[in-house]
């Protein structure tokens, strides 16, 4: 028969097992939180959103500049929709964006002008 400390490891370790997938997969997905890939030649975004606060985190990574600007859409109807100011993102550099809403955020997207 096994020890009790035996089973008690054996089933924490299960139980692990089990919830670390979970855990992985739970975060949000969709608009306004992940990666956003652009086609060759754009910077490559995370955005994430955290209650009222939204970040982007871009690195370009190509051999000419690219403008990018974070957009948010606020979940409530009287909090207007909030945009960065434009930010230029050199070869081999990192942009961080925010903004934010009153409240909570419903989305939250990067776009990028090569002008």
Known sequence: MRSPLLRTAALLLAAAALTAPAAATAAPRGPGHGRAPGPAGEAECHTRV?????TADCFNGNATPDHVQLHVQCARWWDPAMDSAPAVVGPARHVALA???WLEIRNAWVTHDHG
């Open 50 to 54: 955290q209650g009222s606060h939204a």
């Open 99 to 101: 903004q934010r809403c």
